[in-house]
């Protein structure tokens, strides 16, 4: 059974591009959150997704948005990338809508230069 | 607004010795209380949890964490803490608020 899984692993960007971030939930879960955790600090909530849309949004701008697909899996896009959103991009799911236990992938190293 | 406070950025222990790590949270509902653990390397991982119920709750590895209500805390312990145990560790509230984190260090 597989866990949350995240591609790529690693990631190198250059300041003004935009970047997509990937995430396949753990078997059975439909629901999708994203965090964002710079060095040092805890995870910080993005957005969720449930059943295909935004369900809540945490403290981020428009420049971060999301998708979730018929499959649960969902993606993570950034645009415009400045410096500052160099950071590990953490991504949990969980079953139905609220705030039930997640299980967490490896994540996804960006770095902006 | 919501907030997580865990109190200390960096705790170093030498094996056997007791762990309490403090957590305090500001949150004016129904809260659901988690306590993650990141081992060097690997990813976030759910030690317990608490949703109602018996405020004393058992997780893995012999941890525990008590739910005080008037002190808005949830603070984690292990009577005896092994080089294992050395990671990071993130007091959750809901799944949108988490602390900044503790790093455990336990000196064999």
């Known amino acids: 059974d597989a866990g949350v899984t995240q591609s790529p692993t690693h990631l190198i960007k250059t300041r003004g591009q935009q970047v997509t971030l990937r995430c396949s939930p753990k078997s059975g879960h439909d629901t999708v959150s994203w965090y964002q955790q710079a060095l040092g600090q805890g995870p910080q909530f993005i957005f969720q997704y449930y059943e295909e849309e935004e369900r809540q949004r945490g403290n981020f701008p428009d420049r971060f948005s999301g998708h979730q697909f018929p499959n649960y899996s969902s993606e993570l896009n950034v645009n415009a990338l400045l410096l500052g959103d160099s950071a590990l991009y953490l991504c949990a799911s969980s079953t139905g809508q609220g705030g039930r236990e997640a299980f967490f992938g490896q994540g996804t190293r960006l770095t902006v230069v | 607004a919501q907030s997580v406070s865990q109190h200390n950025h960096h705790v170093i222990l030498s094996e056997a010795a007791s762990l309490e790590l403090g957590c305090n949270y500001s949150y004016g509902g129904t809260v659901n209380l988690f306590w993650y653990v990141q081992y060097p390397g690997q990813h976030l991982q759910l030690l317990l949890k608490?949703?109602?119920?018996?405020?004393l709750v058992k997780g893995i590895k012999g941890f525990e964490a008590e739910f005080i209500k008037s002190k808005f805390s949830f603070n984690l312990r292990k009577p005896s803490v092994q080089w294992s145990d050395t990671a990071e560790y993130f007091c959750a509230v809901t799944y949108m608020r988490f602390g900044a984190g503790t790093r455990l260090t336990v000196k064999p």
């Open positions: 608490y949703f109602s119920g018996d405020p």
